[in-house]
């Protein structure tokens, strides 16, 4: 499949009589506008076709799943607007994550590590609309007040997890698939109770926007085999944020290049 041959599967999938398809041949995307909203998203074509190869009709699925539900929260924003009522909660974005909206309106955001930036996004039920500066007077809360807000809440969804044991290594996953899995990084009671549990080194991992992997790494495999599952994550991944992991020691993440296997070596010689 190619990407014109793309853009005629969408169509079919989302048949509107509202919807304009405007094909940037050049940068290998289109831009599908609302008549009446006049609002659109623009969409990556290689990054689908990438994702269709490995997940085929699961790939198309999601996509439209995602441009029918965004183009609901705008329609609902249309008619209702904002309110200091509506869900905020923290999402995990890659540093290369856009800063600004396609209106050119900054988001809001804070830093977080060299790999990981922090955006603020307004619940909407099925999906969720990352915040910029032109909402926050109509939401009514202050910046400070957002991101208060939004930790609250955040600390309050369940951190249910699945284990693996690979090789004398265990490994945790969250995948509530609710949108805010990889937020839970910023949990910090919840880290420092795993950090509590963990026998070896911990690290945590956020591959993409919908799993939060805990790794107890006990020897070299454990890195190994947490590169492997980190990329397998980002390259699935509907909305990817870094393949690389974070050493978790002390209340601090810090990224690290996984297969710098001295690392352990190191880290062993500190505890001694």
């Known amino acids: 499949m190619n990407s014109e041959q793309l853009i005629e599967v969408l169509k079919q999938h989302l048949?509107?009589?509202?919807?304009?398809?405007?094909?940037?041949?050049?940068?290998?995307?289109v831009r599908l506008e609302h008549a009446l909203l006049k609002k659109g998203m623009s969409i990556s074509l290689p990054e689908i076709l990438a994702k269709y190869e490995q997940k085929k009709e699961v790939a198309i699925d999601e996509v439209v799943y995602t441009i029918r539900e965004t183009f609901r929260a705008m329609e609902k924003e249309e008619a209702e607007g904002f309110s200091s009522e509506s869900l905020i909660f923290p999402v995990i974005r890659s540093t290369s994550f856009p800063r600004e909206s396609?209106?050119?309106?900054?988001?809001?955001?804070?830093?977080?590590?060299?790999?990981?930036?922090?955006?603020?996004?307004?619940?909407?039920?099925?999906?969720?609309?990352?915040?910029?500066?032109?909402?926050?007077?109509?939401?009514?809360?202050?910046?400070?007040?957002m991101t208060e807000s939004a930790l609250f809440r955040l600390r309050a969804l369940p951190t249910t997890m699945k284990r693996?044991?690979?090789?004398?290594?265990?490994?945790?996953?969250?995948?509530?698939?609710?949108?805010?899995?990889?937020?839970?990084?910023?949990?910090?009671?919840?880290?420092?109770?795993?950090?509590?549990?963990?026998?070896?080194?911990?690290?945590?991992?956020?591959?993409?926007?919908?799993?939060?992997?805990i790794g107890d790494i006990r020897n070299d495999t454990g890195y190994d085999v947490l590169a492997q599952m980190t990329m397998h994550f980002f390259t699935t991944g509907v909305v990817p944020v870094t393949s690389l992991s974070f050493i978790y020691e002390d209340g601090k993440l810090e990224p690290i290049f996984i297969m710098a296997k001295n690392r352990l070596a190191r880290r062993e010689g500190k505890k001694k």
């Open 164 to 213: 693996d044991d690979v090789s004398g290594n265990i490994y945790y996953f969250i995948n509530n698939n609710d949108g805010y899995d990889a937020s839970r990084i910023l949990n910090s009671a919840f880290l420092k109770e795993m950090a509590g549990k963990i026998e070896g080194h911990m690290t945590v991992s956020v591959p993409h926007q919908d799993v939060l992997i």
């Open 102 to 145: 396609t209106a050119g309106h900054r988001f809001i955001t804070k830093e977080h590590t060299a790999e990981t930036r922090i955006y603020y996004a307004l619940d909407l039920g099925t999906t969720y609309r990352l915040i910029d500066e032109s909402m926050v007077e109509s939401i009514g809360l202050s910046v400070q007040e």
């Open 15 to 29: 048949p509107s009589e509202h919807f304009q398809w405007q094909f940037d041949r050049k940068h290998d995307k």
